[in-house]
Antibody, heavy 116, light 112 residues
Framework: EVRLLESGGDLVQPGGSLRLSCAASGFTFSTYAMSWVRRAPGKGLEWVSAISGSGTTTYYSDSVRGRFTISRDNSKTTVWLQMNSLRAEDTALYYC?????????WGQGTLVTVSS | DVVMTQSPLSLPVTLGQPASISCRSSQSLVHSDGNTYLNWFQQRPGQSPRRLIYKVSNRDSGVPDRFSGSGSGTDFTLQITRVEAEDVGVYYCMQGTHWPLTFGGGTKVEIK
């Protein structure tokens, strides 16, 4: 069974940093690209970032490029999202997603709240 | 960016009746590899999104056959033949063809 377990969400002040983790199991991790998608309170889904299976290629939405960094360690079957210079508008539930173009499986999400 | 326009925003439906959600893209979703990466998701209250349909019309394992997807190019539809109480939630289309990936604004399905 495919499992994606996010962690690392917290309350952080504007300008602060957080690192989200997604521990994956139940599939051959290195062969799948992975994404982060978020849902802000009262809003719809927004794709944030993606990384290829090898980790050599990364993609970002314009709203987070330059502030967020996605990475992965295939030996640990984990993907991370390093979030710097956080803003109030980054407040959201962040989901880890297996596969990118077809978004096959979603984790339960981890909540990030940016507020003073 | 590719804009995904869903309609309607809200869809009140009588149990047992059909429902249809439209999703239109601002550009063709045919990828250079020949696939059309248009996917549909259901998000029930308090739950994570769940994929129902991938690449326009492929139903995921475990998804009831009352759900079906169709369309091509820039015009796509999710149909529910007979709505059941468990179908309440928000439905999203998503394109995976062009970067950045984008979602429709969502359609809230509720029971009348």
């Amino acid at each position: 069974e495919v499992r994606l377990l996010e962690s690392g969400g917290d309350l952080v002040q504007p300008g602060g940093s957080l690192r989200l983790s997604c521990a994956a199991s139940g599939f051959t991790f290195s062969t799948y690209a992975m994404s982060w998608v978020r849902r802000a309170p009262g809003k719809g889904l927004e794709w944030v970032s993606a990384i290829s299976g090898s980790g050599t290629t990364t993609y970002y939405s314009d709203s987070v490029r330059g502030r967020f960094t996605i990475s992965r360690d295939n030996s640990k079957t984990t993907v991370w999202l390093q979030m710097n210079s956080l803003r109030a508008e980054d407040t959201a539930l962040y989901y880890c997603v297996k596969e990118v173009r077809t978004a096959a499986t979603w984790g339960q999400g981890t909540l990030v709240t940016v507020s003073s | 960016d590719v804009v995904m326009t869903q309609s309607p925003l809200s869809l009140p439906v009588t149990l047992g009746q059909p429902a249809s959600i439209s999703c239109r893209s601002s550009q063709s979703l045919v990828h250079s590899d020949g696939n059309t990466y248009l996917n549909w998701f259901q998000q029930r209250p308090g739950q994570s999104p769940r994929r129902l349909i991938y690449k326009v019309s492929n139903r995921d394992s475990g998804v009831p056959d009352r759900f079906s997807g169709s369309g091509s190019g820039t015009d796509f539809t999710l149909q529910i033949t007979r709505v059941e109480a468990e179908d309440v939630g928000v439905y999203y289309c998503m394109q995976g063809t062009h970067w950045p990936l984008t979602f429709g604004g969502g359609t809230k399905v509720e029971i009348k």
